[in-house]
């Protein structure tokens, strides 16, 4: 069973939606079930990666947790979803200050400001399954020393019944000074069993969603971009490129793999995949501009006039 299908109470958003946004729902609805909650949840990402698997190490670290992850699905954060959930509970603060930006109205609460705490987890992409493993007995933490807030936020009538106070102004901004594990001397103990983190190494099949016909994972591929790169220019710190480009090159690949032979899309594939490769840092607003633009073209057949403007466009990533 696909979660999330069903309208959500609790809505978690994420960044891809495709690692600590799908853990800490699966978490919460654990948590939810212990204590008698009906309470739907479910997870959504800023920049979601519409139909992506969750990360293999997410999955695996899960698995090592106890929990599921291989039948979640990303997707991304819509004016309906917001529309439908009584809380949006960001993963940091980061996410929660674009959510709030986008809709000033809803309900939102960062997981640091949740639990009362000054932290915030951080994206372990491509890190060891040891830090995920880490990271998800932290979002455990945050959301059990959150609950109380969490059932007042969602059903403020519950309020009087448990005695607690009625205040729910934010707790400190997380510093961002808090040091991220080194996944290569992390030991961890779970259930109770001591594991080093060579034993967590390991990491299940990265499984893809189903190829689609070229223009429709152009189109697909143009909406990722459109919202990455408009968010680079809003919010820049709230991206993290590497991740970013990570999935981006995937998408080109796979477009590469489909590209007619005959005709320009291969060599006009190249030249965007020069520009995100030679684009290893966060890209400048004019070079996310020129991202923006060459992507945009993929949604359209291509000539050898939009080979020789990318071409162009190269010249401003070497």
């Given at each position: 069973?696909?979660?999330?299908?069903?309208?959500?109470?609790?809505?978690?958003?994420?960044?891809?939606d495709t690692g600590r946004a799908p853990m800490a729902a699966a978490m919460l609805r654990r948590l939810l079930g212990e204590q008698g909650l009906p309470w739907d949840v479910a997870s959504t990402g800023i920049v979601g990666h519409d139909g992506y698997s969750a990360e293999p190490e997410a999955r695996s670290a899960m698995m090592i947790l106890g929990f599921d992850l291989e039948?979640?699905?990303?997707?991304?954060?819509?004016?309906e979803l917001v529309v439908q959930a009584q809380v949006l509970l960001a993963i940091d603060s980061g996410i929660a200050r674009v959510v709030r930006m986008r809709f000033p109205d809803a309900v939102t609460v960062s997981l640091g400001e949740l639990a009362g705490r000054a932290r915030d987890i951080p994206d372990p992409f491509r890190m060891q399954v040891g830090a995920w493993v880490q990271y998800g007995n932290e979002i455990v933490m945050l959301l059990r020393a959150g609950m109380m807030r969490l059932c007042q936020l969602v059903d403020p009538a519950l309020s009087s019944d448990t005695g607690a106070g009625s205040s729910l102004e934010p707790a400190a901004a997380p510093s961002g000074e808090a040091s991220e594990p080194d996944p290569s001397r992390l030991d961890l103990e779970v259930r109770g069993v001591a594991l080093p983190a060579t034993a967590l190494s390991m990491a299940l099949p990265h499984e893809r969603r189903e190829p689609l016909p070229p223009m429709e994972q152009a189109t697909l591929l143009v909406q990722r971009a459109e919202r990455i790169l408009l968010l680079i220019a809003e919010v820049p710190d709230v991206i993290i490129w590497?991740?970013?480009?990570?999935?981006?090159?995937?998408?080109?690949?796979?477009?590469?793999q489909t590209a007619p032979l005959d005709g320009f899309g291969r060599a006009y594939l190249a030249l965007v995949r020069a520009m995100l490769v030679l684009a290893?840092?966060?890209?400048?607003?004019d070079q996310a501009h020129l991202l923006l633009k060459a992507f945009a073209r993929l949604a359209a057949p291509l000539t050898a006039t939009d080979v020789t403007a990318a071409?162009?466009?190269l010249g401003h990533f070497q």
């Open positions: 069973m696909i979660h999330g299908m069903a309208k959500p109470d609790i809505l978690i958003v994420g960044a891809a039948a979640h699905r990303a997707r991304s954060l819509t004016p590497a991740a970013a480009r990570h999935h981006l090159l995937a998408d080109l690949g796979e477009l590469e290893n840092a966060l890209p400048t607003p071409s162009a466009m």
